[in-house]
């Protein structure tokens, strides 16, 4: 598990490995609800008039 940096760099590593799933499988499933989420707040300022 190389290039895992920055300051949570560390804590991500030691829960990863306490939970027992490879950091990869990881970080698709956290991509994929990051991405969404991201999706649903831009529709929603739009929706709204915000942006």
Same mark, same amino acid.
């Given at each position: 598990?190389?290039? %895992? ?10 829960? %990863? ?13 956290? %991509? ?20």
């Amino acid at each position: 598990m190389t290039g %895992v940096a920055g300051p949570g760099g560390n804590s991500i590593q030691a829960l %990863v490995g306490m939970a027992k799933v490879e950091f990869g499988d990881h970080t698709r499933y956290a %991509v994929k609800w990051a991405t969404a989420t991201s999706l649903v707040v831009l529709g929603s300022g739009v929706f709204l008039g915000i942006i």
